[in-house]
């Protein structure tokens, strides 16, 4: 309780949000939504976004797709990539990342770096990343880090899922 009204106060001292009140912006450069065309219900398309916005874990999201699939029929892209956009978005939160662009040129993702909202073992991951010469990835000294299109594993994963893989490795405990 005491800790917890200390990174409130220390949050609001330094005008940042607190780590359960935040939501990492995302930037995906694809379309992710539920089309009007796909579920024409509004309401019901209210109550899933609600329900993604709230989901905790990959399992909740499966169960989201699944009932998207017996209601409505196969997913279209753009309600897949919702998908995707939501679990990204879930370990993004887990490795602190207020930000994530997806370009053509590579993945932008800003960390908090400061030692109350951030992880140590990923800002340590993320600093053994940028020291390697071989993979080209730059760190600026605002904590973003830039990962170049070559170093992902876009023929492997695609590119959204290969920005989801190498969040997992960024989560992932040694």
């Known amino acids: 309780m005491y800790a917890r009204l200390v990174e409130e106060a220390v949050a609001e001292l330094k005008n940042e ?81 207020r930000r994530l662009e997806i370009t053509d040129q590579g993945v932008r993702i800003s960390f908090f770096s400061d030692g109350v909202n951030s992880r140590a073992d990923v800002l340590e991951k993320v600093l053994d990343l940028a020291r390697d010469p071989v993979r080209r990835m730059t760190l600026t000294p605002d904590g973003e880090l830039f990962v170049p299109a070559v170093n992902l594993k876009i023929k492997s994963y695609g590119t959204v899922g290969s920005v989801r893989h190498f969040l997992e490795y960024l989560d992932a405990a040694d």
């Open 17 to 97: 949000p607190l780590m359960d009140d935040y939501e990492p912006e995302m930037a995906l450069g694809t379309a992710a939504y539920l089309p009007d065309s796909y579920a024409p219900d509004t309401r019901a398309r209210i109550m899933l976004y609600r329900r993604l916005s709230r989901a905790l874990g990959d399992g909740e999201i499966a169960e989201i797709e699944e009932e998207l699939i017996d209601r409505f029929g196969p997913l279209p892209p753009e309600a897949e990539n919702l998908l995707e956009l939501s679990g990204m978005k879930i370990l993004a939160k887990s490795v602190r990342a």
